[in-house]
Each structure stands twice: as C-alpha cells, then as structure tokens.
C-alpha cells in the first residue's frame, strides 16, 4: 500500500523515536509539576537532536512541546506560593466575570493588585469567594478594595476534580476568600 496513510510515510522516523515519545509522556506523568525545568530541557534537547539528525518533523514536535511547557511552567512560576497559604493581604480588585451564586456565596474572577504585605505591587488573577457580601452585589467591572485570605491553586486528591488544571485552563493564579472587614468597600 502507498500513498501518505501507509506505514511508509513514517519511514522517515527512527523506530525508537516512538519509544522516545512514550518515555517523554510517562516521565511527564510521573515529574511533579514544578520539575517543569527539567522537562523543558529534555525537550529542547530532543529538538536540537532531532534538528541535527535532519527529522524535521520530530524537531517540530518538541518545539511545540517546549512552548507548550514553557508556558505551564511560566503559569506555575506566577501562581501564589503553597507556603504563603492562608496568608491575609489587603488588595484592590477589579472584578471581570460575571459574578454567580454558588452555594449562598459569590464566586467571581479578579484582576488583584496586593496593596499590604511581602508580596505588595503584585498583581494576580484571582477566584474569589464573598460568604456574605453586601446589597447591592459587586457587579462586573467594579474596583474594590478588600481583604481577602489567599491560597494557592492545589492538585487534587485521586479521582477529585482537578482545580489546578481548571485554574491552569482558565488563567488564576490563587485562590480567595473574602474576610468580613470594614475595609471591604467599592473604590469606584
């Protein structure tokens, strides 16, 4: 058989490039997801090879893959640290979702810029969580100032949803709950 759906057409990779790709997936699986440095470079070492070696197509690939984990990588690197969990900050926050009613409490996303502790200046994308928020509702849109207990995303325990890949997919950087205070007011 020819044409480009036959076996021929792959003649082109070593056999063991094949092999290469399955290792490659099962250490990504095993790595923890910090070890992304790691992976980063395997993989453009795997294109400098391939590049070397003239398979264009194999060197493609691990490109795609760097970008790919560089990009999960920067992710991880700007996320709100573990070790910091818990940790109460005020913020100012712009609200830029829509705000919903989750189980009696307000859950929206933010673009929230710390005003106090060590990490002041920063700004991160956050999921915030208002148990008894105040009437009217904060509105998309809206600038507030508040003090919110941050947290980072975490990895799930076996067969629990996987909140840090839907906070990789959907850009948050930490999680928040909003601490009743009498700082918690619209900026404008």
Do not use: K
């Not at 021929?8 to 997936?25: K, T």
């Not at 440095?37 to 398979?55: F, M, P, T, V």
């Not at 709950?177 to 900026?187: E, G, K, N, Q």
Request: proline share 5%; aromatic share 8%.
């Amino acid at each position: 058989m020819t044409g480009r759906h036959s076996s021929r057409a792959l003649a082109a990779l070593p056999r063991s490039s094949g092999y290469l790709a399955a290792l490659g997936v099962c250490l990504a699986m095993a790595l923890p997801f910090e070890a992304g440095a790691y992976g980063l470079a395997i993989a453009l070492g795997s294109a400098l090879l391939a590049a070397l070696w003239r398979h264009l197509r194999l060197a493609v690939i691990a490109v795609a893959a760097s970008v790919f984990m560089l990009a999960a990588w920067w992710w991880s690197w700007s996320c709100w640290p573990a070790s910091a969990d818990g940790e109460r900050v005020r913020t100012e926050a712009v609200i830029d979702s829509l705000v919903t009613l989750r189980n009696g409490a307000l859950e929206f996303d933010a673009d929230v810029t710390l005003v106090s502790g060590v990490a002041r200046g920063r700004t991160l994308r956050a999921r915030i969580v208002w148990r008894a928020p105040p009437r009217p509702w904060p509105a998309a849109g809206e600038r507030w100032q508040l003090l919110l207990q941050l947290r980072a995303p975490r990895v799930p325990a076996l067969g629990a949803r996987d909140a840090a890949r839907e906070a990789f997919r959907d850009g948050i950087h930490a999680r928040a709950t909003v601490i009743a205070s009498p700082l918690d007011r619209v900026v404008c």
